[in-house]
């Protein structure tokens, strides 16, 4: 058999990367010496499509739920076109030195290693180079980074950076002004680097920083000033920025793990914390251990019933009587402890168990509509709180029906509760499961409304049912005037769009007095009823009839 030549083996290496880069290897010991270091850099290149594979894959079969899903205009997409595409022109190069044919055309010696070059460094810098923002790619930092670390003694930080709300910032302002913010940003973290010191975009508008300081001090003020200079020229909002700082303590971890802690640390701060910056310590540590520990439980809590609901009742302002109510969920602890949703929702979001938990809701919910109805008891509409995540999954809308089919539950039974927030950051699927929601018969509600950009175009295109007002409202309704202005104007423009209204959140009687006089149709607060436990709501919801 005719021995391969190391430009056939190439060529026919890159054309099974194309295929399937999960399933090639490049075997550097057949590659002679001279062309050792283009190896080397190819299978930076492998590594890199290999884990755009895995994420694609993952995204597709909506295993990961809180990233963008593919699609065209996704940003992933147009580097790895221009991957592909050199990829291609690189196999066309080989296969001619193969043929003999490109060295017949060659004028100087030079001239197809100057090829070869001119075209890995085109697809090292694809790679390796955020198109951009011109920082490195989350590929080129790890690279640098291993490099740094394994050659200092000095103490390194690492500080992840984030734009909050930064889908917002998009819809609002579109997609030139965010990719301008995106680069001065990527100007202005760039600036705080020094020699041996590193900075890319992860993705999106994830930034990280690799710095050294004598001190944590010292990277904090690095941190504020960062902070203080991204802000110059922003008006439109102070706290736009957070950062996470970690201390690379262990150089060991990988620096997916080192990352990962920056970008843990990051996160606990939520938007309207006094605070942008986050460290990395003992705590969060624990905090991350215990919430392992609770998501290895999830299935245990559910078989073992542990997800309670408490039902709060909407009383109608026309007549007086509560006309439905919305199912929240409490989880009890073995050993007596209670923890309300803040505790664990956001967490079950952030790795989809948040799906089953609310299918479980609107299980028990039927289970307890089938009993009352089999028996003739009164029951009313129950409001069930769905995740954004289920805007995604294309079977949304049929799974809760089959649940629904199981107990013999009519849809116009369940109101769909999606927060305002949601509906924006996810305004096309939401499009298709509304039209879906309402063939079948739900009702569906936008909850919190005022809380984050409400906008009345997406009310007018929409076509929800209802609209729950924040309780957000009720804060300062006392204190300023125009809030109660506001809100007769809210319930109003409602009206006028055929959306019932419901007021969240109200405490007093001066709160209900004032909501009697405005066109909102439904009150849910303390003032006329906590959150009850099933039997006491459902003894209320009798003693009514
Ligand atoms: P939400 O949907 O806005 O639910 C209303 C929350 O306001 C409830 O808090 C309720 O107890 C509270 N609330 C009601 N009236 C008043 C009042 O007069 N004053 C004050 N200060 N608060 C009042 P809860 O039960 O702690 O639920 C918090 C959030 O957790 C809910 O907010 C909802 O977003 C989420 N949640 C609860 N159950 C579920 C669930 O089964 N699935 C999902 N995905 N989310 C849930
Ligand atoms: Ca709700
Ligand atoms: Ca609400």
Redesign the pocket.
């Known amino acids: 058999m005719p021995k391969t030549s190391t430009p056939e083996l190439l060529c026919n290496y890159l054309r099974d990367l194309i295929a399937d880069p999960l399933q090639v290897n490049l075997d550097m010991t057949a590659l002679p010496s001279a062309w050792q270091p283009f190896g080397e850099r190819l299978l930076v290149l492998t590594h890199y499509l290999q884990e755009e594979k895995i994420l694609c894959t993952a995204l597709a079969a909506g295993k990961i739920r809180n990233l963008q899903l593919p699609h065209s205009d996704n940003p992933l997409a147009a580097p790895l076109k221009n991957i592909h595409d050199t990829i291609l022109a690189l196999i066309n190069l080989l296969e001619q030195v193969a043929d003999g044919d490109y060295n017949r055309r060659l004028h100087s010696k030079n001239e197809l290693s100057e090829a070869f070059n001119a075209m890995v460094e085109r697809l090292i810098s694809l790679v390796m180079i955020d198109g951009l923002t011109g920082l490195l790619t989350e590929q080129g930092f790890d690279e640098k980074a291993k490099k740094i670390l394994a050659h200092t003694d000095k103490q390194y930080y690492l500080i992840a950076i984030n734009v909050n709300d930064f889908k917002r910032y998009n819809a609002l302002y579109g997609l030139k002004k965010s990719n301008a913010l995106l680069k001065d940003i990527a100007t202005q973290v760039q600036s705080i680097c020094r020699e041996n010191e590193l900075c890319a975009r992860i993705h999106a508008d994830n930034f990280i920083a690799l710095v050294y300081a004598s001190n944590l001090q010292e990277v904090l003020d690095k941190v504020i000033a960062n902070s203080k200079q991204l802000q110059v020229g922003l008006t439109f909002r102070t706290n736009l920025f957070r950062h996470g700082i970690y201390c690379i303590v262990d150089k060991n971890r990988t620096l997916r793990e080192m990352r990962d802690c920056a970008n843990l640390a990051m996160e606990r701060i939520n938007n309207i914390a006094e605070t942008n910056i986050a460290i990395y310590d003992n705590r969060l540590h624990q905090q991350r251990q215990w919430e392992n520990h609770i998501l290895a439980n999830f299935n245990e809590a559910l078989i073992s019933k542990e997800f309670i609901l408490?039902y709060?009742p909407k009383f109608n302002l026309h007549t007086n009587k509560i006309d439905s109510a919305?199912?929240?969920?409490?989880w009890f602890r073995p050993g007596g402890e209670i923890k309300?949703?803040?505790a664990f929702?956001r967490l079950f979001e952030t790795n989809g168990l948040?799906t089953s938990?609310?299918f479980y809701?609107v299980e028990m919910v039927c289970i307890e509509l089938r009993s009352r109805l089999d028996q003739g008891l009164p029951i009313v509409p129950i409001a069930?709180?769905?995740?954004r995540i289920h805007l995604y999954d294309p079977f949304f809308v049929q799974k809760l029906k089959t649940i629904l089919s199981k107990h013999q539950i009519n849809p116009c039974l369940i109101e769909v509760?999606l927060?305002e927030t949601a509906i924006f950051e996810s305004m096309d699927a939401m499009a298709t499961a509304l039209q879906q929601l309402h063939t079948e018969g739900f009702i569906v509600a936008m909850?919190?409304f005022g809380s984050g950009f409400s906008s009345l175009n997406i009310l007018k295109n929409l076509q929800l049912d209802t609209l729950?007002i924040?309780?957000l409202f009720f804060n300062s309704f006392e204190k300023d005037p125009r809030v109660g202005e506001l809100l007769t104007d809210i319930f109003s423009i409602a009206k006028h769009l055929n959306l019932k209204t419901v007021a969240?959140?109200?405490?007093t009687k001066a709160q209900f007095d004032f909501l009697t006089t405005t066109a909102c149709d439904y009150i849910?607060?303390?003032?006329c009823s906590?959150?009850l436990p099933t039997p006491d709501f459902f003894a209320l919801l009798s003693a009514q009839a």
Request: hydrophobic letters at 30%; a negative charge; charged letters at 35%.
């Open positions: 408490n709060q919305e199912a929240l969920i409490r309300p949703p803040e929702i948040i938990l609310d809701v069930v709180n769905f995740s509760e927060t909850d919190d729950k924040d309780r969240e959140g109200v405490e849910q607060g303390y003032y906590r959150p």
